[in-house]
C-alpha cells in the first residue's frame, strides 16, 4: 500500500520552471536589447558632446588669437597717436618762438591721423570677427551641454534596465525606457 498519493509532480514542476524561464528570458532579452540600443545611443550623445566643446574651445582659442591681434593693432594705433602729438608739439614750438614751422611737422600729423584710421578699421575688424568667434564658441557650449544631459538620461536609464533585468521587474524597466526616450529628447534637441 502507498504511503501517499502518487501524484506526478516532478514533470509538473518542470513544466512550471520552463514557463517561468520562457517568460524571464524573453523579457530579460527584451531588457538587455533595449539597454544596448540605450548603450549606443550614450555613446553617439558622448561623442558629441565631447566634439562639440573641442569645437568650441577651438573656437576660444582662436577669439584669444584675434583678441591679441586687435589688442596689438590698438597699441600700434596709440604709438602713432603719440607720434602726432609729437609732430603737433613741434610744430606748436616753433608757433611759439615766432618762427615758421617747417611743413613736415603738418605733413607728418596728417600722415599718422590717417595711418591711425587704417589700424582702427583692422583693430575693429579683428574685434568684429572675436566676437563672432565668441558667439559660435558659446552656441557650441549650449549644444555640449545638450548632449552632456542627454548622456546622463541615458546612464540612468541603463542603470534601470540594469535593476529591472536583476529584479525582473517590469515597472523599473518602463522607467528605464521613459528616462532613455528623455535621454532621445535631449539628443535630438542638441542638434536644434
Do not use: C
Request: proline fraction near 2%; hydrophobic fraction near 50%; avoid cysteine.
Amino acid at each position: 500500500m502507498p504511503e501517499g498519493p502518487e501524484v506526478e509532480t516532478e514533470k509538473l514542476h518542470e513544466a512550471i520552471h520552463e514557463e517561468l524561464e520562457k517568460e524571464g528570458g524573453a523579457f530579460l532579452r527584451t531588457i538587455a536589447l533595449t539597454t544596448a540600443m540605450l548603450a549606443a545611443l550614450a555613446a553617439l550623445a558622448s561623442l558629441r558632446a565631447g566634439a562639440t566643446v573641442n569645437e568650441a574651445l577651438v573656437l576660444k582659442t582662436e577669439a584669444a588669437v584675434l583678441q591679441s591681434k586687435a589688442s596689438d593693432q590698438w597699441a600700434y594705433y596709440q604709438a602713432k597717436g603719440v607720434k602726432s602729438a609729437v609732430a603737433e608739439a613741434s610744430r606748436i614750438s616753433f608757433e611759439a618762438a615766432g618762427k615758421e614751422a617747417p611743413p613736415k611737422f603738418a605733413e607728418k600729423v596728417q600722415r599718422y591721423e590717417r595711418e591711425q584710421e587704417e589700424i582702427k578699421t583692422e583693430a575693429q575688424k579683428l574685434e568684429k570677427e572675436r566676437d563672432e568667434k565668441n558667439a559660435e564658441a558659446d552656441h557650441l557650449m549650449h549644444r555640449h551641454h545638450g548632449f552632456a544631459i542627454s548622456v546622463a538620461f541615458f546612464q540612468v536609464a541603463i542603470a534601470l534596465g540594469a535593476v529591472a533585468a536583476l529584479t525582473r521587474n517590469r515597472l523599473v524597466w518602463w522607467a528605464s525606457l521613459a528616462v532613455g526616450a528623455a535621454g532621445l529628447v535631449s539628443f535630438v534637441r542638441a542638434f536644434l
